[in-house]
């Protein structure tokens, strides 16, 4: 099993900044990649970033250049920095983990993040 705990999320104006931070635990050699996901309400949960054990990072378009994942294997943490926040970046953000034969299968509890405008 794999325990992931986000943390980070708050409320922001427009324009500025917040650092996701998603603390993992247990069984983390199993891990193959992970991701940030987000989900505002009223709408289904997308994907905002992934980040593989090779370092491979991948966007969703509405993010990039604004957010950035990164690993950080001494605290066992992923993070996302994302700067120039936007009111529709408003969402529960969720940390997830995939296994290479079940794909994103752990799931944090999520933390939320408010822009406003």
């Known amino acids: 099993q794999v325990q992931l705990v986000e943390s980070g999320g708050g409320l922001v104006q427009a324009g500025g900044s917040l650092r996701l931070s998603c603390t993992v635990s247990?069984?983390?050699?199993?891990?193959?990649?992970m991701g940030w996901y987000r989900q505002a309400p009223g709408k289904q949960r997308e994907l905002v970033a992934t980040?593989?054990?090779?370092?491979?990072?991948d966007y969703a378009d509405s993010v990039k250049g604004r957010f950035t994942i990164s690993r950080d294997n001494t605290k066992n943490t992923v993070n996302l920095q994302m700067n120039s926040l936007k009111p529709e970046d408003t969402a529960v953000y969720y940390c997830?983990?995939?296994?290479?034969?079940?794909?994103?299968?752990?799931w944090g509890r999520g933390t939320q993040v408010t822009v406003s405008s």
């Open positions: 997830a983990a995939a296994t290479l034969s079940r794909g994103y299968v752990y």
């Open positions: 247990g069984r983390i050699s199993t891990i193959n990649a």
């Open positions: 980040i593989t054990r090779d370092d491979s990072t």
